[in-house]
């Protein structure tokens, strides 16, 4: 299956410390593969280095071959890859509809039909638009997020962290939207501390520990004991 994206021998730094060791990880176009592992294995450094937001070689990260490792994160989500991040970053200045249409600035001409996609997919947001997105609760400031990042039409979505904090029945309501994304044809990264859920929704998966990665393969074929294997060592 020919990756869409992939990194190669990718090291991660924050200043002098070190958070990720040569990590090999892949995604096909329409693929789904979930990235798990304990709090501080490196899982968010990983996404961050894809997005530009950490500085990688160039070669280190490949997005339809093309090397996009350390290019700015604008053009990397111009090239169509977005990340709905940890904690949601909702701005208090901005209303429901604003912060959509921020997700839209690569495509200006587009933000309209952004908006109402994003209104489509979340109905709850749709009667708060004028609302500051600061003022949702937990649950609709994360499909706030995850609307914001979809206005720029991306072909690969980074979702990290997406059901923290959240009820399980509007969890629940998160995941569906995310398989109706999924029968779109584009492609998903689920950081997930929910390992259960995350094997569930994902065709394949990859298991960091300390900044390497020490388990992927078919999500459905990974066991229990391959698993805390990954986690805690053997």
Known sequence: MK????TQALDGFYGDF???FGVDFAVAAGETVALIGANGAGKSTLLRAIVGLNASRPDAVLLDDEPIGGLPAEAIVARGVALVPEGRRIFRSLTVEEHIALGAWTRPRER???????FALFPALAASRRRSGAELS???QQMLAIARA???SPRLLLCDEISLGLAPAIIDQVYLALAALRGDGRAIVIVEQDVGRALGFAERAYCLREGRVTLHGRAGDLTP???HDAYFGT
Request: without cysteine.
């Open 150 to 152: 979809l206005a720029s």
């Open 18 to 20: 070190q958070a990720l």
């Open 225 to 227: 004991a391959a698993i």
């Open 138 to 140: 937990g649950g609709q």
């Open 3 to 6: 990756a869409l994206l992939r």
């Open 112 to 118: 309209r039909a952004a908006v109402e996609r994003g």
